[in-house]
């Protein structure tokens, strides 16, 4: 009897320290999590204002990132000024953020961004509406964003992609 109450407590021991996080996992809720989230949300209302200052404050000068176009932009100086041409191309921009989630090393945002085309450089004729909801993944270290990763829900790409014009192709005037 004593031995299956020795096993039982034992077993019980274990699933109770499985389910705990380790020591060096910052908890949701932390000051530095708490401090990811606001820059980020700072971020998201000075891209819609064209006010930047808060992307300089926490951008790493050697950021990476993945989520514009088909290759990734490198540096500070080249992610600003790509975002700043497309804050230029969208007119009455918003974010409404949606849900987040941070770590001590990455933070997540589900985000859904309306606006209207206004420069078909973006791939849609001007004056179409635009309304997709994302992903937008950052890494950070020592407070620092040093990459950024964008997933756009494919629903949303297929809209997109539906009011974009049509070129015939090789491809599309073989098989008449």
Not at 46 to 67: L, Q, R, Y
Not at 79 to 93: A, D, F, P
Not at 137 to 144: N, R, Y
């Amino acid at each position: 009897m004593k031995a299956i109450i020795f096993f039982a407590a034992a077993i019980m021991l274990c699933l109770i320290y499985s389910c705990n996080p380790p020591a060096t996992a910052t908890s949701a809720g932390s000051a530095a999590t708490d401090s990811m989230k606001l820059l980020n949300e700072q971020v998201y209302k000075g891209f819609i204002s064209g006010d930047f200052s808060a992307f300089e404050k926490m951008t790493s000068p050697d950021i990476v990132d993945h989520g514009m176009g088909d290759k990734d932009v490198v540096g500070k100086d080249n992610v600003e000024k790509s975002l700043k041409e497309m804050n230029t191309q969208i007119r009455n921009l918003k974010f409404d953020i949606l849900s987040e989630s941070a770590d001590s090393n990455y933070s997540m945002t589900l985000v859904r961004m309306t606006g209207i085309s206004n420069d078909a450089k973006i791939g849609m004729p001007v004056g179409t509406p635009m309304d997709m909801t994302s992903v937008d993944v950052l890494k950070w270290k020592d407070g620092k964003v040093t990459e950024h990763w964008s997933y756009m829900d494919p629903r949303d790409m297929m809209k997109m992609m539906a009011s974009m014009p049509h070129t015939a192709t090789a491809d599309s005037t073989m098989h008449k």
